[in-house]
């Protein structure tokens, strides 16, 4: 499949990089964009062979600045946008696979609602995020002020959504919405390190323990346990955990599976 706004690498390291391809524009998100990116998604979804994604802007300026809103005046095309965005916020965050986040960049807006939906998240120096949808007369609409507040706290939260405060990248690392922080050129080799360590790991394992840890978020302690046993108890039966245990007492690496 041919993209315009985006580009799909399927990375022999067993990841698959998606590159928003809008620099004229600030990688800004307009409903096609956020289409592509849902149809990147669905081709990765069927390679067994991949163990994650990796999103990324062009350039070395912007990850995105969010809406293009210049596409945005009528009233519905913000409605179709806000709801397009959101759908994929969401697909992202309960995706199959682990998405990191490559933030090159400025990530405002929705392209801040879409760093947050990540699992993991990796900057560049330059950095910056923020949601400044108050100053449009608008809020964030695609989850981002529920995942900003569960990971940095209300009280941050409303400084950064309320006051318009922007969080460069070593704030960001310390309040622990970066887990590292590279220079620019070695940005993809950052989020490389964690595809590597992802590897290793027993691919329906990732799966259950990512989905259980989403759970947590949504849904509240008490069913988050037992959705967290019921997890285990898939496992239990599963060829990776006995492959995990054999090679533990082997003393090698472990051979786990393609993920289905």
Known sequence: MEFK????????NKYALVTICRENVCNAL??????????????ISEDNTLRAVVLTGKGYKYFSAGADLK????????????????SLCSRIESFKLPVIAAVNGYALGGGMEVVLSCDFR????????????VNLGVIPSAGGTQRLSYLIGTARAKQVI?????????????LGIVYE????????????KIVNKLISKSPMAVYLAKSSINIASSAGNE???????????????HPDREEGIRAFYEKRPPE????K
Do not use: W
Request: glycine share 4%.
């Open 256 to 259: 786990y599976k393609v993920f």
């Open 5 to 12: 706004n985006i580009k799909l690498d399927i990375n022999e």
């Open 122 to 133: 990796v900057s560049s120096e330059n950095a910056v995020f923020g949601l400044p949808e």
């Open 71 to 86: 596409k945005l005046k009528k009233k519905t095309s913000l409605q179709i946008l806000e709801s397009g965005l959101q």
């Open 30 to 43: 307009d409903e096609y964009t956020v289409s592509e990116i849902n149809n990147a998604l669905d081709i």
């Open 162 to 174: 309320l006051l318009g405060d922007r969080i460069h990248a070593e704030e960001a690392k310390a």
């Open 223 to 237: 069913f988050g346990m037992k959705y967290e046993k019921m997890c285990q108890a898939v496992l239990a039966n």
């Open 181 to 192: 922080i590279a220079e620019k050129e070695e940005l993809l080799l950052a989020a490389e």
